[in-house]
């Protein structure tokens, strides 16, 4: 299974690989790689190698068709790219020599990105039943307390009663001692799989959240409402059973969708979250990467009490971007073979594109100019339809995972850093 799932991941990558590019650099005329109609856009390769003499470039419009082609390279630098932009594009570069590789990309009006479908006019109605449904169930918890040295927080592994097949589970923690109506909230959300490490949800990382400020009210969720702390055999198991290619079960009915349980889940704990004295009544925040950060976008469509959400790379995001000439962002639906009428017909009502559409809460965005799972397009498709505050931080040489390391200090100083401040101050 393992050999399975690393299969899986090369295909997420798509025709990145996580290559460690040490030697080959790029710059360009705009450092966040966002360009608008009117800017000139330079980019310049760089080879530490001096002997090298013949360079492949290979060239992505809109994540979807290439053109490649091969330079003489000499002196220090080698000009790729300079125009005067206007239309809206995503162009990624990808540089080879004999042993090396290297990658940048830019995007152009980025605001004018929409998404690729329709959204639904009953879209509403249907998750106002959803969360009614949800709301007559009346609460049942089943606590054990969690590993925890610290006596002044608490830490329990939470089953929380749910509409959808599985319950809510995850880890919860809170300051020992908190008063009422003191406490923001935080619900922390995973990256996409079953049997990694990092699906499942740890004490932790409830706790770390739960030490920040004055102290918070955290959840740190899991996706798929699996057992907490259990043994890598119980989580092989449901990989390659009943949760096996999770992301495509019901997609064409969606009363049926695995996304419309992941999505009852993450409204289920808000509700309860919500209803602890605890809570200071104004700030929840939600966070996180790939998954994560797309159930964290689509808290923020459909819950408008969420307030901030702070998000990497977000997945389930314009997923129709395929159906209007450029590449969807995973987990790639319309790319099946299923009749792609029966797909829009059902698909729009569990895309952050369409969930996001008014909502107020403030979203900081890292997204990845080169990334091939969530590419920035669909990225941008989803978060123009907000009305809040959206703060976007660009890494025009990140992948969906941060593979190019020469570029690390840039993004810890300009990028990781934007994220990590905003939640420590969000949460003072």
Not at 287 to 298: P, R, T, W, Y
């Amino acid at each position: 299974m393992k050999i399975l799932f690393f299969l899986l991941l090369t295909c997420l990558l798509g025709w990145l690989q996580p290559i460690q590019a040490q030697g080959i650099l790029f710059s360009q005329s705009h450092e966040n790689g966002v360009y608008h109609s009117g800017d000139r856009a330079r980019v310049v390769l760089s080879i530490k190698d001096k002997s090298t003499q013949v360079v492949t470039l290979k060239l992505q419009h809109n994540f979807s068709s290439y053109t490649t082609e091969q330079k003489n390279y000499h002196g220090d630098s080698l000009v790729v790219f300079d125009q005067i932009v206007s239309e809206p594009i995503t162009l990624v570069w990808e540089a080879r020599t004999n042993n090396d590789s290297g990658w940048m990309g830019l995007i152009v009006n980025p605001e004018s990105y929409q998404p690729g479908t329709k959204r639904p006019t009953d879209l509403e109605s249907f998750w106002n039943k959803q969360k009614k449904d949800l709301r007559a169930l009346p609460i049942l918890l089943i606590s054990k307390p969690a590993p925890n040295t610290d006596p002044a927080y608490q830490c329990f592994d939470l089953e929380i009663n749910c509409t959808s097949p599985k319950p809510v589970r995850g880890y919860f923690a809170m300051p020992t001692n908190a008063a009422k109506k003191s406490l923001p909230i935080v619900i922390n959300f995973h990256a996409a799989g079953v049997a990694g490490d990092w699906c499942r949800s740890k004490p932790e990382i409830a706790l770390r959240y739960a030490r920040m400020g004055k102290g918070a009210l955290v959840f740190d969720l899991n996706a798929h409402g699996m057992l907490n702390g259990q043994s890598q055999a119980y989580y092989d198991s449901l990989d390659q059973g009943e949760l096996n290619r999770y992301a495509q079960i019901g997609i064409t009915n969606k009363n049926e969708s695995y996304f419309l349980g992941m999505y009852q889940r993450l409204l289920r704990t808000i509700d309860y979250l919500t209803s602890l004295p605890e809570w200071d009544g104004k700030r929840i925040l939600v966070i996180g990467e790939s998954q994560g950060g797309g159930q964290s976008l689509v808290a923020a469509g459909l819950d408008k009490r969420v307030t901030a959400a702070v998000v990497t790379v977000p997945a389930m995001c314009d997923w129709g971007g395929t159906l209007v000439g450029r590449k969807g962002s995973w987990p790639y639906l319309f790319e099946t073979k299923i009749d792609r009428t029966v797909l829009e017909a059902n698909l729009p009502y569990f895309d952050a594109a369409h969930l996001l559409k008014g909502s107020t809460a403030t979203i900081v965005a890292e997204i990845g100019l080169i990334d091939q799972t969530c590419p920035s397009s669909a990225l941008y498709a989803a978060l123009n339809q907000t009305k809040g505050k959206n703060i976007i931080v660009t890494a025009p040489y990140r992948a969906h995972h941060f593979t190019q390391t020469a570029y690390r200090q840039i993004w810890e100083t300009q990028v990781n850093k934007v994220k990590q401040d905003f939640i420590v101050d969000y949460l003072k």
